[in-house]
């Protein structure tokens, strides 16, 4: 009988019912619930900048390690941009060896207490989970597992360095020190490359120190993170601009042969309404940035960032959510988000959501802003707003918002927080006229290998992307060090 594509997928589809089957029969794990991560009470923790999930305990994360139902084709690895064996480090914890755990992940991931925390698993791994694919059940918690492997290996004071190759002498630039550029960093430094990290901060991070606040992901945790890059060989210079520092002609002058960009999307994006420049109207990244890198809760600092009483974040993200939640802890007494579509079709993470709403946030749904008005020192005092219903489906799928005529109405406000959007960083593309961009100032890579229209330069993460996630970015610094890699290589050997 002839093989067809037909009859191999048949075996396939067959040889997956059967596995189904057998899975089924593990009634000792398939009877297991899903853990449920503590958390510090509400009332307590918007008083601080205190971490809100509190972590699992041993007994916790191997209950939840053996609901693993050890798939035979565990889908929830092509779930991970950076391909976590996420089945391996499970095993290793159900066994009780937490140590070894993390040097799984430690294999593919830089950032594994980081991705623990702040990574949408529930859109990612877990949801190719065999409990959510095929028995519409909740799935392992992966990402819970993930941290609790990460801070047990630094807690314990037992922190593994992944090895790195005898150097190879060949200096390698990034540039941005957020999550693409600190995952192409250890993956390039693991081939034996001299690695040099620029930041134009003056903290190593990127988006993980200023756009995320301490109550969802610690300054503590992405250092620790940091420090075993630094281990490896990696050197991290702050207060660089790429492009006005130094350019990359300068870079390559003092011998730097290929460059990685993940400069990130820090260009804000406004609605363009009427009053949208009256003082106590910002944008996200500079509220964000200023509270968690520069002290401006402290009203002593130099440059202390507007706390209002009454406090509006247009938006429905997580930036807009990190906003939020930050404005009740610097002392809001009404922290609202005002969103144009349902809070059935908010892109914030589910989590973020029901902690905001537990945290006393408003949630203004299907509104959206048309005017602001300031009072006699062009103080923001007043909102003007508009009701939404739902429309027809957008080009994201989402209905698109369509205004009820006659619904405004007026907000007091004093400040007000815009979170709709960012756009890339223009420096690098300014800098280089040769570098091919979008109509959006991203620039364009190959799908594949993210190579640029300069042959000895890759980028990733949301200067490619123009917004995405922490994992996202991650991978694309995953696969942009394999690129660079093979393309030195076939230099080398030309």
Same mark, same amino acid.
């Given at each position: 009988?002839? =093989?067809?594509?037909?009859?191999?997928?048949?075996?396939?589809?067959q040889?997956? &019912?059967?596995?189904?089957?057998?899975?089924?029969?593990?009634?000792?794990?398939?009877?297991?619930?899903?853990?449920?991560?503590?958390?510090?009470d509400?009332?307590?923790?918007?008083?601080?900048?205190?971490?809100?999930?509190?972590?699992?305990?041993?007994?916790?994360?191997?209950?939840?390690a053996k609901?693993?139902?050890?798939?035979? +084709? @565990?889908?929830?690895?092509?779930?991970?941009?950076?391909?976590?064996? /996420? @089945?391996?480090?499970?095993?290793?914890?159900?066994?009780?060896?937490?140590l070894?755990?993390?040097?799984?992940?430690?294999?593919?991931?830089?950032?594994?207490? %980081?991705?623990?925390?702040?990574?949408?698993?529930?859109?990612?791994?877990?949801?190719?989970?065999?409990?959510?694919?095929?028995?519409?059940?909740? @799935?392992?918690?992966?990402?819970?597992?993930?941290?609790f492997?990460?801070?047990y290996?630094?807690?314990?004071?037992?922190?593994?360095?992944?090895?790195v190759?005898?150097?190879?002498?060949?200096?390698?630039?990034?540039?941005?020190?957020?999550?693409?550029?600190?995952?192409?960093?250890?993956?390039?430094?693991?081939?034996?490359?001299?690695?040099?990290?620029? $930041?134009?901060?003056?903290?190593?991070?990127?988006?993980?120190?200023?756009?995320?606040p301490?109550?969802?992901?610690?300054?503590?945790?992405?250092?620790?993170?940091i420090?075993?890059?630094?281990?490896?060989?990696?050197k991290?210079?702050?207060?660089?601009?790429?492009? &006005?520092?130094?350019?990359?002609?300068?870079?390559?002058?003092?011998?730097f042969?290929?460059?990685?960009t993940?400069?990130?999307?820090?260009?804000?994006?406004?609605?363009?309404?009427?009053?949208?420049?009256?003082?106590?109207?910002?944008?996200?990244?500079?509220?964000?940035t200023?509270?968690?890198?520069?002290?401006?809760?402290?009203?002593?600092?130099?440059?202390?960032? /507007?706390?209002g009483?009454? %406090?509006?974040?247009?938006?429905?993200?997580?930036?807009?959510?990190?906003?939020?939640?930050?404005?009740?802890?610097?002392?809001?007494?009404?922290?609202m988000?005002?969103?144009?579509?349902?809070?059935?079709?908010?892109?914030?993470?589910?989590?973020?959501?029901?902690?905001?709403? $537990?945290?006393?946030?408003?949630?203004?749904?299907?509104?959206?802003?048309?005017?602001?008005?300031? +009072?006699e020192?062009?103080?923001?005092?007043?909102?003007?707003?508009?009701?939404?219903?739902?429309?027809?489906p957008?080009?994201?799928? &989402?209905?698109?918002?369509?205004?009820i $005529?006659?619904?405004?109405? +007026?907000? $007091?406000? +004093?400040?007000?927080?815009?979170?709709?959007? =960012?756009?890339?960083?223009?420096?690098?593309?300014?800098?280089?006229?040769?570098?091919?961009?979008?109509?959006?100032?991203? /620039?364009? %890579?190959?799908?594949?290998?993210?190579?640029?229209s300069? @042959?000895?330069?890759?980028?990733?993460?949301?200067? %490619? &992307?123009?917004?995405?996630?922490?994992?996202?970015?991650?991978?694309?610094?995953?696969?942009?060090?394999?690129?660079?890699?093979?393309?030195?290589?076939?230099?080398?050997?030309?």
């Amino acid at each position: 009988m002839a =093989v067809t594509k037909e009859f191999l997928k048949e075996e396939r589809e067959q040889a997956w &019912r059967v596995d189904i089957r057998k899975l089924l029969k593990n009634k000792e794990r398939t009877a297991l619930t899903r853990v449920h991560m503590g958390e510090v009470d509400a009332n307590e923790r918007i008083l601080s900048n205190i971490e809100v999930n509190t972590g699992l305990s041993e007994e916790e994360a191997v209950n939840e390690a053996k609901r693993c139902l050890d798939c035979p +084709d @565990p889908t929830c690895i092509t779930g991970c941009p950076v391909e976590i064996n /996420i @089945p391996k480090f499970i095993k290793r914890i159900e066994q009780g060896d937490y140590l070894k755990a993390a040097q799984v992940l430690k294999q593919t991931s830089a950032l594994p207490a %980081v991705c623990g925390r702040v990574c949408p698993q529930e859109k990612q791994c877990e949801a190719k989970c065999f409990y959510q694919l095929k028995m519409k059940k909740e @799935p392992v918690a992966i990402g819970h597992l993930e941290r609790f492997a990460a801070d047990y290996e630094r807690e314990s004071g037992q922190i593994s360095v992944p090895e790195v190759a005898k150097g190879n002498g060949v200096k390698i630039a990034v540039i941005g020190s957020g999550p693409a550029g600190l995952t192409f960093a250890g993956d390039m430094a693991k081939q034996g490359y001299d690695v040099t990290v620029f $930041e134009a901060l003056h903290e190593i991070g990127g988006v993980l120190k200023y756009g995320i606040p301490e109550f969802r992901l610690p300054n503590s945790i992405v250092d620790v993170e940091i420090n075993s890059l630094t281990k490896m060989g990696v050197k991290f210079e702050n207060n660089f601009i790429v492009g &006005r520092t130094a350019t990359i002609e300068d870079l390559k002058e003092e011998g730097f042969e290929a460059f990685f960009t993940g400069s990130g999307a820090g260009l804000p994006r406004f609605m363009n309404i009427p009053g949208e420049n009256y003082i106590g109207i910002l944008s996200s990244n500079e509220y964000l940035t200023r509270v968690n890198l520069m002290d401006a809760a402290n009203p002593k600092t130099d440059t202390p960032v /507007i706390s209002g009483k009454n %406090v509006a974040v247009i938006g429905g993200g997580n930036t807009a959510m990190d906003s939020v939640r930050t404005a009740k802890r610097l002392g809001a007494k009404r922290a609202m988000i005002v969103y144009r579509r349902s809070m059935e079709e908010m892109p914030a993470r589910v989590e973020e959501v029901k902690h905001a709403q $537990e945290e006393g946030i408003e949630f203004l749904n299907l509104t959206n802003p048309v005017e602001y008005f300031a +009072d006699e020192n062009g103080r923001v005092n007043k909102m003007r707003v508009q009701k939404m219903e739902l429309g027809e489906p957008d080009a994201s799928g &989402r209905r698109r918002p369509v205004v009820i $005529e006659g619904s405004e109405y +007026d907000i $007091e406000v +004093d400040t007000v927080v815009v979170s709709v959007g =960012v756009s890339p960083n223009p420096l690098i593309p300014s800098s280089l006229p040769q570098l091919e961009t979008t109509r959006w100032g991203t /620039i364009v %890579v190959d799908e594949e290998k993210l190579q640029t229209s300069i @042959p000895e330069m890759f980028a990733g993460g949301d200067i %490619v &992307r123009g917004g995405a996630t922490v994992i996202l970015a991650m991978g694309d610094g995953r696969n942009a060090a394999a690129a660079m890699h093979n393309y030195l290589q076939d230099k080398l050997n030309a």
